[in-house]
């Protein structure tokens, strides 16, 4: 298995941008689908982008769509959320989490234990 440590959440104003990193321990990296997810407070954790092993495939939630970029590089054993014109509601811990399934596969073999952020409006 691998372990998993987000960072780079923090506090931005509305419309500004931030860089969540996953990164991942073990020599295996490149087996595993990646998934972001995140949970505001009072919600339930929703889905927010997955890459597939070799980073050709992607997949995002609608509300995300065409503002957040996921990316890989499997040389640094890393997956990049690129967050652009935040909003309010994107005020969350976001969680990544690594599976050897297909982009969807809802059983997951480690999660991050999260990094906050937040927007301000």
């Known amino acids: 298995q691998v372990q998993l440590v987000e960072s780079g959440g923090g506090l931005v104003q509305a419309g500004g941008s931030l860089r969540l990193s996953c990164a991942a321990s073990g020599r295996t990296f490149s087996r595993y689908t990646i998934t972001w997810f995140r949970r505001a407070p009072g919600k339930e954790r929703e889905f927010v982008a997955a890459?597939?092993?070799?980073?050709?495939?992607?997949s995002y939630a609608n509300s995300v769509k065409a503002r957040f970029t996921i990316s890989r590089d499997n040389a640094k054993n890393t997956v990049w959320l690129l967050m652009n014109s935040l909003k309010a509601e994107d005020t969350a811990v976001y969680y990544c989490?690594?599976?050897?399934?297909?982009?969807?596969?809802?059983?997951?073999?480690?999660w991050g234990l999260g990094t906050q952020v937040a927007v301000s409006s």
């Open positions: 890459i597939t092993t070799d980073g050709l495939s992607t």
């Open positions: 989490a690594a599976n050897q399934g297909p982009i969807g596969y809802r059983v997951y073999d480690s």
